[in-house]
């Protein structure tokens, strides 16, 4: 059954998908809810099939590369199924808080202060973000599972992460924002491109703006993902010379995207 909040002024409606797992859709004061942000077929298996691949294989280069620090960036936090799993995943590979680092982007305020009180377990007053608390604990002990690892102390894990900045959050992604990025920003080598569709966010899928992007984000050496296959993101992913693999979508969907670049 399907379940109605208020998430500090953002009207939420938590879906249950077909592995038990939730998917979230919302709206901003009177205006409609949004298309739910995971396939009804299962939001963690979509997540495993279509991301997790792209993570353990950026994972295994940078290993074998012998570089230092795994970088990643998310664009469309959610419900922060990519955020945790990627983190699960450095923490199964027992990278320490300074070896990890990702950058993740959400437009809506509110999901970054839930999933930030959660991870640090502090709980401010005035605030209703506790409401999804019980997806977040719901998706860690899928991680705990998945990867055999001990839930308290990747836990701990992830507080440290926010607290050593290691976990980064921002706004939505936009041309001026892309642009403003200083030299300090680090690149990723690992892209998890989970945005809205082109109906619910049309900025995101503007030609000059998936070029901007990825030329922005991308390290050198970087693979990037998306459970979309658009043709426009395929060609801005072929200027910024980026080679395109073949992919099956999830749950019916032909294909999604995944393209490298060494």
Request: hydrophobic share 40%.
């Amino acid at each position: 059954m399907n379940t109605i909040f208020d998430l500090d002024g953002l009207s939420c409606e938590l879906i249950v998908t077909a592995d038990g797992s939730y998917s979230l859709r919302y709206a901003l004061s009177d205006q409609e809810l949004t298309e739910p942000m995971h396939s009804s077929k299962g939001a963690w298996a979509e997540t495993l099939e279509i991301y997790e691949p792209a993570m353990r294989r950026s994972l295994l280069s940078i290993a074998l590369s012998s570089q230092q620090t795994w970088t990643v960036s998310s664009v469309g936090l959610g419900l922060g199924y990519n955020e945790l799993l990627s983190a699960g995943w450095a923490f199964c590979m027992k990278l320490p808080p300074s070896s990890f680092r990702l950058d993740s982007y959400e437009s809506q305020p509110q999901l970054i202060k839930a999933f930030v009180e959660f991870c640090t377990k502090e709980k401010h007053p005035s605030s209703n973000s506790d409401a999804l608390h019980p997806v977040y604990a719901d998706i860690l002990n899928r991680i705990s599972e998945h990867l055999n690892i001990e839930r308290e102390a990747f836990e701990k894990y992830l507080a440290e992460l926010l607290i050593f900045n290691r976990l980064q959050f921002h706004g939505g992604l936009n041309l001026i924002d892309l642009l403003s990025l200083t030299k300090a920003f680090t690149p990723s080598q690992c892209i998890l491109f989970d945005a809205f569709s082109p109906t619910s966010s049309p900025d995101l899928w503007e030609p000059l703006f998936l070029e901007k992007m990825i030329a922005r984000l991308s390290a050198p050496q970087c693979i990037f993902v998306s459970y979309a296959s658009r043709t426009v993101l395929k060609n801005a992913l072929r200027t910024a010379r980026f080679t395109l693999e073949t992919r099956n979508g999830f749950a019916g969907k032909r294909e999604s995207t995944c393209a490298v670049r060494v």
